[in-house]
């Protein structure tokens, strides 16, 4: 009986491989059925950059956005629906994220702001995916007429995905904590390091100025002439 469920795994697994190496090979569109994107963009002083990604009707929209150096370490981070609406509102703040479960499908508009900081670039990090969890059901429907019952293997696949996800999501959140830690450690060191230096400069050519000026004082004195007088 063991034997025969083995079996039956085998056969279900080797179909399930079989089809989506088919379904790789057609001319679907790159980001069919999931795609996840992070980008390090650098935003100039005073200026605002806007990015757009293309959405599925239905699909499930998610950006994030970090600042991992640069002025006060904060910018302003709005998204925008293919209506134009703005869905998440102009926040100045370090980090900011946006999720939609069903989008309407369209090009959705992510932009950065950086128009408060008028001297400070600012390094930021973008984390953007795009997860069409239907495609599933497609492929459930595409198996079923081949006779293969695999409704629970199709959700426990489900609901593998959207958890993979969220620490995918969890992990790129604490690798631009991580970078952003790290980078506020490096601008310390050199601030530290910098002053340091200029104040070593200052206290040497003080230094070096009382020496010449009190140098100077007593040269004067003994190249004055005086001579006691006795009585």
């Known amino acids: 009986m063991n034997y025969k469920k083995m079996n ?59 600042v991992l150096r640069g002025g006060d370490g904060k910018a302003g981070f709005a998204v925008r629906n293919p209506a134009g609406v703005i869905v998440h509102p102009y926040e100045w703040r370090a980090n900011a ?17 950086n128009q408060f900081s008028r001297f400070a670039a600012k390094l930021v990090n973008l984390y953007l995916t795009v997860i069409r969890y239907d495609e599933w059901d497609k492929f459930t429907k595409e198996l079923e007429d081949l006779n293969l019952s695999v409704e629970n293997f199709t959700t426990s696949i489900i609901n593998v995905e959207k958890n993979i996800n969220e620490m995918i999501q969890s992990q790129i959140y604490s690798k631009s904590r991580e970078e952003r830690d790290f980078h506020l450690l490096v601008d310390n060191n050199s601030y530290v390091q910098n002053w340091s230096i200029v104040q070593i400069i200052v206290i040497a050519a003080t230094t070096s100025f009382q020496v010449y000026f009190l140098r100077k004082l007593f040269d004067d004195r003994s190249s004055s002439g005086y001579s006691k007088v006795r009585i």
């Open 8 to 66: 039956l795994i085998s056969i279900l697994l080797f179909t399930v491989t079989l089809f989506v190496l088919v379904r790789c090979e057609t001319t679907e569109a790159w980001y069919e059925p999931a795609v996840a994107m992070d980008y390090k963009v650098h935003i100039d002083a005073g200026k605002e950059d806007c990015y757009f990604q293309y959405v599925n009707p239905g699909a499930t929209f998610f950006v994030s956005f970090q």
């Open 97 to 113: 994220d946006y999720q939609d479960q069903s989008s309407t499908g369209g090009y959705y508009s992510v932009c950065i702001d």
